[in-house]
């Protein structure tokens, strides 16, 4: 990729389109209202900006990276595929049973989700796969054969059989007689998608691939058709939920591991800050127009996880959502962005989210239609946004409006002052965002107070300061590109895949043959998916095993060293690993390991190092002044205004102040001083921190 000089970025989110060239090492953006109905459009429209801004012509652009939240939507919305579920007899029900755990201990009317897929659209066959991978009832082809013949009104099939991680022959059985009898049916074999122990993740897991898979081909194909028609001809790869990029083909197969594509893009581009900037813990914080996405970076790398969950039915609440056992960069995700409508429940206390107005209608200042008051509504009342500048002037906002959304919905239920109702609402979603990146620190076992925020997204520099100031975090930067950092993260993204396979084994009965001949196999798989992408650069992989003692329901993830597989070594590694987690080991019991994983990934994009700032700088002069709310007065004051344009490298500006952009806005709280730095990033740092 290094080679590559034209490079686009494009992010489609739930409110905006975003958009990124990057040319001769300078980047241009573009942010465009999202189009829902034919989501390519948007992408057409930020193009051509970008192309007229930058003087690229769009047919000089070599590469395109794109990350959409089309199939994620199309899980939450139940939009996608008339599918059916193939699954071992006995097991048909195991995608409504779930894990029968309470998420909600308490609630006696508690509704579990609805299945991906209903009852009637589960099939059976009588087969059975054991543990260990030993056929404990042959699949009879003939059976397979009589049930292709009910499965004729079906686009997609999840083919879903028990234990077929540890030996996949049925699903191959079943696939190669559903390929001959329905040749135009999507398949999905969930020894393919997620090859991993535990039914329920794993036949969720594949019922959601092939739920969104008709969808996502026949959207990439019209990404195709339509970038050729205006000269586009570069190929088109896809940042997936790992952190990595991927190969058209490779996402129209398993368009599941692109459900957190963006938000992954996000997390890449802060870690590339973060290792600029030379910063061993950070915070991510993205606050898009739909959600605000958290997540933990350590040593320049964003922590991961084996699996996530869509489509939460309780507020976001852990538990009751959707599982997808796939390689994802491990974050919280909350329905907390510039597009999240307040309201105020029967308890008289303010509601924000996870409802979004979008683009369509978009919040009621956008003047599209929307009548409800929204996160951004509130930001406008509150003096925090330029109603004649927003989004570079293309968005002209009404503060009339918003003014009567917020009283509406929130003031005249409350007897609240427009302000007072509109500060209210700014303060449920910052201690919403607040009480999540706690949850999520105290999880992992860390102090906040000891890391750096590092905000983007369109709405995150305006929420930063706050959100810091609840958490106790003395530094904020915020990057150049801020309101369109997921699409500039995946230009900074290797080309990555990570193959992972259920395998057990206890450590008493370790074979290094057999260890190694398990990494060998995940190792070529992983390769082989990057080698579709780029077939010249080197790749370096790294080892996971996921560890328990045994006895334990859950297992860890251990790093594991690129050496010959010894037993001692796994060892050490494990109890390291687990007492940094738990505080202690437990003795006298036998470790088992029970899954394996192996990423392979191209050279990342190093970042240019930044020096650290001078102690001393002079004062910035601000342009113009503008009427911010200030809640330790409980009123607006004048607060100076500078374009981050006109914000000279190494000057200060001490807050309250702003500073405006054309796809954010940057505030600046009481107590903090902001600093321009050499890489164009804007450093909050608390007056009197160390």
């Known amino acids: 990729m290094s080679g590559m000089q034209v490079r686009l970025g494009v992010d489609i989110g739930g409110t905006f389109t975003d958009v990124v060239l990057e040319s001769a090492g300078t980047l241009h953006s573009a942010k465009v209202l999202t189009t829902y109905e034919a989501p390519e459009t948007a992408i057409l429209d930020g193009i051509v900006k970008v192309c007229e801004q930058s003087g690229v012509a769009p047919d000089t652009i070599e590469t395109i990276v794109h990350g959409t939240t089309l199939a994620t939507n199309a899980l939450i919305e139940r939009r996608g595929a008339k599918t059916a579920l193939i699954t071992t007899k006995g097991f048909r029900d195991v995608i409504e049973m779930r894990t029968e755990s309470r998420f909600e201990q308490y609630d006696l009317n508690l509704r579990l989700p609805e299945p991906l897929i209903a009852r009637n659209h589960r099939h059976v066959l009588h087969e059975r796969i054991g543990a260990q991978g030993q056929v404990l009832r042959p699949l009879d082809r003939t059976d397979v054969e009589a049930l292709a013949e009910t499965l004729t009104d079906y686009t997609s099939i999840a083919i879903g059989l028990m234990h077929a991680y540890a030996n996949d022959s049925h699903e191959r059985l079943v696939a190669e007689v559903l390929s001959d009898r329905l040749p135009g049916v999507e398949l999905s074999l969930s020894s393919e998608v997620s090859p991993q122990m535990r039914e329920y993740e794993r036949f969720n897991t594949v019922c959601a691939n092939a739920y969104v898979k008709p969808l996502m081909k026949a959207y990439l194909g019209r990404l195709s058709d339509r970038l050729a028609e205006i000269g586009v001809t570069a190929p088109v790869f896809l940042m997936h939920s790992g952190g990595g990029i991927i190969g ?95 309201h105020v429940d029967v308890m008289r206390q303010v509601r924000v989210g996870p409802e979004s107005a979008g683009s369509e209608p978009g919040p009621a200042c956008y003047q599209r239609g929307g009548a409800l008051p929204a996160v951004t509504d509130a930001d406008l009342v509150l003096g925090r946004l330029d109603p004649d500048d927003f989004a570079g002037g293309s968005i002209p906002l009404s503060v009339d409006a918003s003014t009567k959304a917020v009283a509406g919905e929130v003031g005249g239920k409350l007897d609240m002052d427009p302000v007072t109702a509109a ?82 084994l206890r450590m008493s009965e370790f074979s290094a043959t057999f260890v190694a001949e398990v990494l060998d196999a995940l190792q070529k798989e992983a390769a082989d998916f990057v080698r579709a992408c780029d077939s010249t650069s080197p790749i370096s992989y790294e080892t996971k095993g996921y560890f328990r003692y045994v006895g334990q329901g859950w297992e860890i993830p251990v790093d594991l060293p690129d050496s010959p597989p010894d037993p001692e070594q796994y060892r050490d590694r494990f109890e390291s690993a687990y007492e940094a987690l738990f505080g202690r080991v437990v003795h006298g019991l036998d470790i088992e390991i029970t899954s394996w994983s192996v990423r392979a990934a191209t050279p990342a994009s190093q970042p240019v190092a930044v020096g650290a700032p001078d102690s001393v700088g002079a004062v910035a002069k601000t342009t113009s002044e503008r009427d ?47 600093t321009a730095r050499a890489d164009g990033c804007i450093d909050l740092n608390r007056e009197g921190a160390s």
């Not at 959100?467 to 699409?487: D, M, Q, T, Y």
């Open 628 to 674: 911010l709310y200030l809640a330790r007065e409980g009123q607006h004051r004048p607060a100076g205004v500078l374009h981050r344009d006109d914000f000279d490298i190494g000057t200060s500006l001490t807050g309250p102040s702003i500073v405006t952009e054309r796809e954010t806005t940057i505030i600046v709280p009481h107590g903090f001083a902001a």
């Open 248 to 342: 058209i083909e490779s996402a129209a197969e398993f368009p599941v591991r692109l459900v957190e594509s963006g938000p992954a893009g996000g997390a890449i581009f802060a870690a590339h800050i973060a290792k600029a900037h030379g910063l061993d813990r950070v915070l991510s914080f993205d606050m898009g127009g739909t959600t605000a996405k958290i997540c933990l970076i350590k040593d320049g790398t964003p922590k991961t996880a084996r699996t996530f969950e869509v489509a939460r039915s309780y507020r976001f609440k852990k538990g009751s959502g959707m599982p997808i056992s796939i390689p994802v960069i491990d974050m919280v995700e909350i329905g907390a962005g510039g597009g999240s409508l307040a």
């Open 423 to 504: 500060y209210a609402v700014s303060e449920v979603v910052d201690e919403t965002m607040a009480n999540a990146a706690r949850a999520h620190a105290v999880e992992n076992g860390e102090d906040l107070a000891t890391y750096t925020m590092i905000a983007f997204g369109g709405a995150a520099p305006i929420h930063a300061g706050r959100l810091a100031e609840k958490l106790g975090v003395e530094r904020i930067l915020v990057p150049h590109g801020a309101g369109v950092g997921s699409a500039i993260g995946f230009l900074r993204a290797p080309f990555s895949f990570e193959a992972t396979r259920s395998t057990y």
